[in-house]
């Protein structure tokens, strides 16, 4: 899973014109890896054109972030005249809403850039999947091919890398030693911590405060064992919202949300339950909660994610099920 490996696709495919795309409504630590890898693709291959797209938009912080940094986002990307598809921070097709079908009936190789666990059905349409857990987000990844290149990483470029990491391990609290030390080989790259942490203080807006405030008092709770199980709706924040719930004090929070037949939900829980119960929310609860729903789901042990279709009360009854047999046969386990 080398920087070696992406490039020889890239001569393999005599790409000329090369697509990264980010999953909708994309964070600082998609956008942001986009920018280095384009950079740094750009570096190594003159001659190819590089275009960096997200489904339907980048977030709100994504934006301010615009302001620091040179990133163009195309929300209507040339998939179709792309030589070579890299997914980045987007493990599942369906991440990319109005440009999956696109990316689907593409006859270019496909790539797949990610922190998260890999699905299947993403693997199985992948010519190439570079996906690493134990990193803690898609930047780090791409820091990492700067290494393996031996090219030496500008001044944006690092800052980029440094604010995807910041904000994907909320500014450092879920950080390891390794994450640390590139921290560290980005701040000797010229990065100011205090002006790059400043980027990403953007204040909450009035409607996510209000989608936080009605997810929380919209939560049902269930206690199974000794977990506090949150699970709410809201029309929009839905990440949001589930990080206000988890604030409050829930061991896991679930919060869907639903747009005519489509569903989206957004599941957290404490690092806490996940190491007590070895419940990996990615891989146990959102892809076959995914499945179900005739969508695809998949994340991090303690954050996913689900996008799919059906009623909003179906979808999370289902991942209460989920929920309490993975419990049980967590303590199982534990009991023998």
Request: a neutral charge; hydrophobic letters at 45%.
């Amino acid at each position: 899973m080398s920087f070696a490996e992406l490039t020889q696709i890239v001569e393999e495919a005599n790409s000329e014109h090369i697509v990264l795309l980010c999953h909708h409504n994309a964070d600082p630590d998609a956008i942001c890896s986009a920018y280095a890898l384009a950079s740094l693709i750009r570096k190594c291959k003159p001659k190819v054109s590089v275009e960096i797209g997200a489904a339907q938009g980048i977030s709100r912080l994504s934006k301010h972030i615009l302001k620091y940094l040179p990133i163009n986002v195309e929300v209507q990307p040339k998939v179709e005249k792309a030589d070579l598809i890299i997914l980045l921070d987007t493990n599942t097709i369906q991440q990319l809403n109005n440009l999956a079908e696109k990316v689907k009936t593409s006859r270019a190789p496909i790539i797949v850039i990610d922190h998260h666990a890999a699905h299947p059905e993403t693997e199985k349409m992948a010519k190439l999947c570079i996906t690493d857990e134990n990193v803690s987000s898609t930047c780090e990844i791409i820091y990492n091919f700067y290494r393996q290149s031996g090219l030496k990483i500008e001044e944006r470029e690092a800052k980029a890398i440094f604010l995807g990491i910041a904000f994907d391990t909320r500014h450092f609290v879920l950080a390891n030693s390794s994450t640390l030390k590139t921290v560290a080989e980005l701040i000797d790259s010229g990065v100011n911590v205090q002006e790059a942490l400043a980027i990403l203080s953007l204040p909450m807006d009035f409607s996510e405060r209000v989608a936080r405030l009605k997810a929380c008092k919209r939560a049902k709770l269930f206690k199974i064992n000794d977990w506090i199980i949150a699970l709410s709706h809201v029309s929009a924040f839905q990440a949001s919202a589930a990080r206000a719930i988890m604030d409050l004090g829930a061991h896991v929070a679930v919060v869907a949300g639903q747009k005519n037949e489509s569903l989206e939900i957004s599941l957290r829980c404490t690092k806490e339950f996940h190491e007590k119960t070895g419940i990996h929310l990615g891989r146990d609860i959102a892809k076959p909660l995914g499945e179900y729903l005739n969508g695809m789901g998949g994340g991090h042990s303690t954050a996913a994610g689900v996008n799919g279709f059906g009623e909003l009360e179906a979808g999370l009854k289902r991942c209460l099920k989920l929920l309490k047999e993975k419990i049980a046969m967590a303590k199982k386990t534990t009991q023998a």
